[in-house]
């Protein structure tokens, strides 16, 4: 990128509507500075592109380059020169140059849409009349900067435990390709409808009318709506399939490697992941040089904070998994920090109690068995950078000191408490064990 600025167009004179989540447009404060979120389109980001965050968080903020659990990048640590980063990431065409149609980008697809050898149909089209639909209809951007939507074609990497505020998965039916859907939950939930996957932007369309025909001002989300409206008074009037056949579906459950050599249609994938959800620009950069040399050019970010290259030709998976690993990003399940992710911690953020990332790699230390982001640290009880409860959460009490809970879906929030107020090191001890044994 050149150190001019890239166009000399002023930004549209729009003030983003208040919201503490970052956005393109807003850039949200925070302990380490400045927080700007840049939404991916099904979470995929060009070479170009990539060298443009690259440069963007080194021009203009700290170097601090994160992967979120919605297949987004964002940037920290950002000075006061706002405009000049905006500017520059709407020239590398990372965001509409509408701030009320950023806000409403939050549609996640699996990382391999259109090239999973699983899918049932390619997703992408779809996903991309989706986008247009919420950027361009400005009844839509009444629509919260939380409000999610997940598209589901049945790939065998997919994200399937993140709640979304609508979800479609799809299914075969009678030899025909349908869209089951639900409100307010995932894709192995029950669903409550389903329509022909071609009838699938209308049916966007009319929930997000239909939500926002019957939220009141505090119900920004689904959930809350629902807590309110039930599900048949929502979905009355609606044109959809709703019989024994829809209702008994379940999606089957995604095998779940996402690090390593991944299969896809042709040629093949490969799934890194920065330590921690944290890219350096070299890191960033690096990807982008290796996505062209030995695949198709692009990037596609996960919702386990990782990075996918597409289209790797088998014989040069080698060569190109030995030159990410030298960057210093994780290429393998098997490696201690791929089974722990971390919220900013108190280094970045005032509401922390505990400098999780640093204790994170404590952690990392002690493990020698476990699944990838089995373990989370959070640094308050909002849990941030993990949109689902994880298998373990260490919980900060204090600096440096951690609740320990394990999943248990019979109780809500985290779980069963299995040990109070432990180090790091401690509390690897614990969970050094293989994921089945972690309840005994």
């Known amino acids: 990128m050149p150190d001019a600025p890239l166009k000399q167009a002023q930004p549209p004179n729009i003030t983003p509507r208040p919201s503490a989540c970052p956005g393109l447009w807003r850039v949200v404060a925070a302990r380490d500075g400045g927080i700007c979120r840049i939404k991916l389109p099904g979470g995929l980001l060009l070479a170009d592109q990539a060298e443009a965050v690259a440069d963007a968080a080194e021009r203009y903020a700290g170097g601090v380059i994160e992967a979120t659990n919605r297949g987004n990048l964002q940037i920290r640590g950002i000075g006061n020169d706002h405009h000049g980063l905006v500017e520059y990431l709407l020239a590398a065409g990372l965001g509409p140059r509408e701030a009320a149609g950023d806000d409403v980008r939050n ?11 699983s899918m049932l149909f390619d997703t992408r089209p779809l996903a991309g009349q989706i986008l247009d639909l919420l950027e361009g209809t400005p009844r839509f951007h009444e629509l919260s900067a939380k409000f999610a939507v997940q598209l589901d074609g049945g790939e065998g990497l997919a994200m399937l435990e993140h709640p979304h505020d609508l ?22 939930d029950q669903p409550v409808g389903a329509v022909p996957v071609e009838q699938g932007l209308a049916l966007v369309r009319a929930v997000l009318a239909r939500f926002l025909d019957l ?7 689904m959930r809350q709506l629902l807590a309110t409206c039930c599900v048949e008074q929502f979905i009355d009037g609606l044109e959809i399939r709703r019989d024994d056949a829809v209702l008994s579906w379940r999606r089957a459950q995604a095998p779940g490697a996402w690090l390593g050599v991944l299969a896809q249609g042709q040629g093949l994938a490969l799934g890194v992941a920065p330590p921690l959800g944290r890219l350096t620009p070299a890191m960033l950069r690096g990807a982008a040089h290796i996505a062209r040399q030995w ?8 919702p386990w ?6 289209s790797v030709a088998q014989d040069a998976i080698d060569q190109a998994r030995d030159q990410l690993a030298a960057l210093g990003l994780l290429c393998a399940p098997d490696q201690p920090l791929a089974r722990v992710t971390a919220c900013t911690g108190s280094s970045g953020c005032a509401k922390g109690l505990a400098d999780t990332k640093a204790d994170a790699v404590a952690l990392a230390a002690r493990l020698q068995h476990g699944a990838p982001a089995s373990v989370h640290l959070s640094a308050c009880p909002r849990s941030c950078a993990v949109a689902h409860v994880a298998p373990a959460t260490l919980l900060a009490c204090a600096p440096g000191r ?19 107020n432990l180090t790091p090191e401690e509390a690897g001890a614990m969970l050094d064990l293989p994921t089945e044994h972690l309840d005994d």
């Open 107 to 117: 549609l996640m697809l699996s990382p391999l849409a259109g090239l999973d050898p």
């Open 215 to 221: 939220a009141t001002p505090d119900q920004s989300r």
């Open 402 to 420: 951690y609740d320990l809970y394990l999943r248990d879906a019979r109780l809500p929030g985290f779980g069963r408490l299995r040990a109070a």
């Open 167 to 188: 979800w479609l998965s799809a299914a075969r039916l009678e030899q025909r390709t349908w869209l089951m859907f639900g409100l307010a939950g995932c894709p192995v």
């Open 295 to 302: 695949g198709d050019g692009s990037l596609r970010l996960s």
């Open 305 to 310: 904070q990782s990075l996918v290259l597409t």
